[in-house]
């Protein structure tokens, strides 16, 4: 559940704001980041699935804790703008307005599922064993460095910066 919830998703999250894509044609980062964030919700699921199998083989009640509920409803969003962000931003589905509109709602939500994976992930950590904490600190690092990244107007793409609203989608998209 790490692997997909924090670490491709953290990653998927903050393709477009490596200086490294910067100048370079979108498409293929774009592409990257719908692939890596699939992945994510792939890994996701299938974690998913295997917990409530467990739990259903040794008669343990499924959803009996606030790390279960905050994983479902990590999950649960993450397929919603997954499948929301496809449809707008990949898909030539949405007019360039309306993606102008909806994308700072899309990095917002990026980063609260994120914020919500990060809880989900400490939340049923043992306290007691120094791996643990150990690795409760290192996920709360990442998720800070991530949302860090997110949020920094000067780590933001540069042709997409509210001044420069050019969106287009997949299949309008100029291969440069």
């Known amino acids: 559940m790490v692997s997909g919830l924090l ?18 044609n979108k498409l ?9 964030m699939l992945l994510a919700l792939i890994f996701s699921i299938v974690g998913l699935c295997a917990v409530f199998d467990f739990h259903n083989k040794n008669k343990t009640p499924n959803l009996y804790s606030l ?5 479902i409803a990590a ?21 360039p307005s309306l993606r102008g509109l909806l994308k700072p709602l899309h ?3 990026g980063g609260g599922i994120l914020g919500l994976s990060v809880a989900a992930c400490i939340s ?6 120094v791996l643990g904490n150990s690795l409760g600190v290192l996920i ?27 969106y287009t989608p997949l299949l309008q998209e100029e291969n440069e």
């Open 124 to 129: 049923d950590l043992p306290s007691e064993a």
């Open 107 to 109: 990095v917002w939500m």
């Open 28 to 36: 293929p980062w774009k592409l990257l980041h719908a692939g890596l």
């Open 67 to 71: 790390h279960s509920w905050i994983g």
């Open 140 to 166: 709360v690092a990442f998720g800070l460095v991530v949302m860090r990244i997110l949020f920094n107007q000067n780590w933001q793409r540069p042709d997409s910066r509210p001044e420069d609203l050019v």
């Open 75 to 95: 999950t649960a969003l993450f397929a919603l703008q997954w499948v929301f962000g496809a449809g707008v931003f990949l898909l030539p589905c949405a007019p």
């Open 7 to 24: 670490l491709l998703y953290g990653n998927g999250a903050v393709l477009y704001r490596v200086p490294l894509t910067w100048g370079q």
